[in-house]
């Protein structure tokens, strides 16, 4: 994946590349808010955020690779929200989270509120309650490799994403595979996600806006993938999701 090709929706406060399981992974982050040094207010601020990151970090891999917490009262109260690809393993979501939460106490710790995501996980925090709501302000493309389809297959392909899309919001987990048989070209499989908080309706307008957005990105693309901060689309010709032991199974 070292040429990983990106497309984004808009220009990100800041992006950065992360290595996950020995894999580079495409990171987009945006700071949503800025410094406020007055009084102690944001020193109070800033210890319930770093309690909350961590205990997002040590307990969403241990709950299904989703969680949503509420740390502090008043002013100083911060909502955070993370979930990781359903079938990676906890310790590959803890890994993910540990890197994903260095970035916003390294890079903005004064932010009251931040969105990051990437190839496997995804967070979210605020001083204002966000849980059940769709961030569609952001989100991201990305190939791996540079093998095409022939316009058919990916057409083919494209169809069964689009499939998927509709099914992921029907599931109890709000997460579902699919896969095509595309003859000598052998098999194309999907897997589709979304924030569990998200309501069906909104899950679904989340999965078919990524392929609305990206389709003209990734046409003909082997494997390709969409991510936003409360969904995502991953395709390859291989089974990629088999790989590591599961969240939720
Ligand atoms: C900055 O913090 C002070 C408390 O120290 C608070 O009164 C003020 O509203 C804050 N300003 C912003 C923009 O959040
Ligand atoms: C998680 O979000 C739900 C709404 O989606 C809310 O009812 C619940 O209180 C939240 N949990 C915590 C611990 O904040
Ligand atoms: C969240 O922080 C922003 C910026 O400091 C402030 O304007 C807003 O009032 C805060 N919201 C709450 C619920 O405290
Ligand atoms: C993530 O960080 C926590 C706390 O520092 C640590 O206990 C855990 O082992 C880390 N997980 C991984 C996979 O590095
Ligand atoms: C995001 O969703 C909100 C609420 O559904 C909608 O009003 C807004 O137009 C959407 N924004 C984008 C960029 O799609
Ligand atoms: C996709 O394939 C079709 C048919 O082969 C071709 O016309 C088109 O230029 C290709 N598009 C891209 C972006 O590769
Ligand atoms: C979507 O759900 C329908 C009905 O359960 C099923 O027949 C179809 O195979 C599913 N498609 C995908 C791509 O998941
Ligand atoms: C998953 O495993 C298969 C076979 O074990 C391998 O060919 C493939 O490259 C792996 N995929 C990823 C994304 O690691």
């Not at 944001?42 to 989703?66: E, H, M, R, V, W």
Request: glycine fraction near 10%; aromatic fraction near 10%; proline fraction near 2%.
């Amino acid at each position: 994946m070292e040429k990983f090709m990106l497309c984004t929706l808009m220009l990100f406060v800041m992006t950065r590349f992360v290595h996950v399981n020995g894999k580079i992974l495409y990171l987009g982050s945006k700071c949503s808010q800025t410094r406020n040094t007055t009084g102690n207010y944001i020193t109070i601020y800033q210890a319930n955020l770093k309690t909350l990151l961590d205990s997002l970090a040590n307990n969403s891999p241990l709950q299904g690779g989703f969680m949503n917490t509420t740390i502090g009262t008043g002013s100083n109260q911060v909502y955070g929200l993370a979930w990781c690809r359903a079938d990676v393993s906890p310790t590959t979501c803890s890994k993910c989270l540990n890197e994903t939460i260095r970035v916003p106490l390294r890079d903005c710790p004064d932010s009251k509120g931040l969105v990051i995501w990437s190839s496997l996980c995804s967070l979210r925090f605020s001083n204002e309650s966000f849980f059940g709501e769709l961030w569609n302000r952001s989100s991201s493309s990305g190939y791996g490799r540079h093998t095409l389809d022939e316009a058919s297959v990916f057409s083919r392909g494209f169809s069964m994403m689009q499939a998927l899309g509709r099914n992921v919001s029907n599931q109890a987990l709000m997460f579902d595979t699919g896969v095509i048989d595309v003859g000598n070209d052998g098999k194309r499989y999907g897997l589709g996600q979304c924030s569990r908080d998200l309501s069906k309706f909104d899950c679904e307008k989340c999965l078919e806006k990524l392929l609305v957005i990206y389709q003209r990105f990734v046409l003909n693309r082997t494997g390709w993938e969409m991510l936003g901060v409360s969904c995502g689309l991953w395709y390859d010709d291989v089974k990629f999701y088999d790989n590591d032991s599961g969240l939720t199974t």
